[in-house]
């Protein structure tokens, strides 16, 4: 049977990301001729597609409609789309023998930007849209590790008034080496605490609340709390929890 047009064109799209691949790429990866069915290396291709809201951005608390599909489109989606163009330079740059390797570790860096902006605008929207509260495991586990459920949210909030007017994400995570619950700080979507998995995340970029409250992000924070998705919460904390037992 003849392919279809959509088959053709994935298969000539890959044909030619393919032959832009280095000699040890190929190698790794195939020991013949490209053909229909030939893997490409995910490493070298454009695989991010937006995740639609997974809310109503028109029923949440505090945060606007507008603003939530300003920051869905323009900067979460901005960021999905980057991530594919950098990742499709990154195999046209390894063929490239006179590339410098410092020129080279620009495009990674952006890789590396680009995907930490893509994961975590996406649990970002994913622990939004609902009111409801934290079930009785969570509330326990955060209760160990902070002496009291107002300790954590104090901190917390704390941390992401501290963030106002500059960028950032507020993260509540479980690290995986050291068997933590904490708050951490993230300076940009480059930084995030090692073997951490993220359980709550809160961005705090000005683009997240400058359209609905202007310079005040406390008022910003307050409507994130009135909003969180407790069960997504819940759910990440018991997958982190086993995780962690499978990996000890
Ligand atoms: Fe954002």
């Not at 400058?210 to 997504?232: E, S, T």
Request: proline residues 6%; charged residues 20%; contains cysteine.
């Amino acid at each position: 049977m003849p392919p279809t047009r959509r088959e053709f064109l994935n298969c000539t799209s890959n044909a030619v990301i393919i032959a832009t691949l280095s000699p040890d790429i190929l190698a790794a990866t195939t020991t013949t001729e490209p053909t229909m069915t030939t893997p490409v290396p995910s490493a070298f291709t454009a695989v991010h597609e937006s995740k639609p809201l997974p809310f109503d951005p028109s029923e949440l608390d505090g945060l606007s409609e507008k603003l939530i599909r300003s920051h869905w489109e323009n900067n979460y989606g901005g960021s999905v789309k980057a991530l594919n163009t950098i990742k499709q330079r990154l195999a046209g740059a390894l063929a490239d023998p006179d590339l410098p390797a410092y020129v080279y570790n620009d495009l990674k860096r952006e890789h590396l930007m680009r995907t930490g902006s893509v994961v975590l605008h996406e649990l970002y929207f994913d622990n939004l849209g609902a009111t409801d509260k934290p079930d009785a495991i969570l509330r326990q586990a955060l209760l160990g590790a902070f002496g009291s459920m107002d300790s954590w949210e104090k901190e917390f909030r704390r941390m992401g008034a501290g963030l106002g007017g500059g960028s950032g994400w507020v993260v509540l995570g479980y690290n995986l080496h050291t068997g933590l619950l904490e708050n951490y700080w993230l300076w940009d979507h480059l930084h995030s605490p090692a073997a951490t998995l993220p359980l709550l995340v809160m961005d705090m970029y000005e683009h997240s609340y400058q359209m609905d409250y202007g310079a005040a992000a406390p008022a910003y924070v307050d409507a994130f709390f009135r909003n969180i998705k407790w069960q997504v919460v819940a759910a990440r904390w018991e997958k982190a929890h086993k995780s962690r037992a499978i990996l000890a």
